[in-house]
């Protein structure tokens, strides 16, 4: 059980457009989610933790209106990387939990931004 | 504030035992996490400790000592395949008041043949 899915898990794109990464917890209802970025050889950074039905919490200095999230179930959240740059090329994961004592990961997505 | 500290990187050879320490500051304890992570992959779940003591699971074992701010992840019989990123981490609040964790830099082990 616990098992949290993401799609897709890699994905390139030109400069200047969208890219939408969906997280889905399959077996559970996900009361938190996460999302994380990690940059090669470096460590996860928490862009933001967002609750079902309310908006995200940003961590200081992620751009909400670049880094777009919506929360729309128990069982699903997205993350929208507006107007991608090479610069946001990244390891994007996410997570999910039920209570603070948990936090599962999905695979992680790989955007390429050329 | 909140802080937590791991050794960089570490080296060990395969079939031997390697401790990773951990020291953390935090404002109120909620237990620690105890994480794997290989290159390229999402991390995956080692260990939650609450308490003080050493909790063993198989190959692995985590140890809390709350009054010192310390933990440690304890790999025995090493295996190639162990060599990993082992990321610590301890449960705190966000700005909305929501939970999330605060993550050590990680420790880089190579296992040696």
Redesign the interface.
Known sequence: GAVVSQHPSWVICKSGTSVKIECRSLDFQATTMFWYRQFPKQSLMLMATSNEGSKATYEQGVEKDKFLINHASLTLSTLTVTSAHPEDSSFYICSASRTINEQFFGPGTRLTVL | GQNIDQPTEMTATEGAIVQINCTYQTSGF??L?WYQQHA??????LS?N?LDGLEEKGRFSSFLSRSKGYSYLLLKELQMKDSASY?CAV?SK???N????I????TSLAVNP
């Open positions: 909620n237990g996490f390229g992959e999402a991390p995956t779940f939650y609450v990321l449960p966000n700005a909305g929501n939970r999330k964790l993550w050590g830099l990680g």
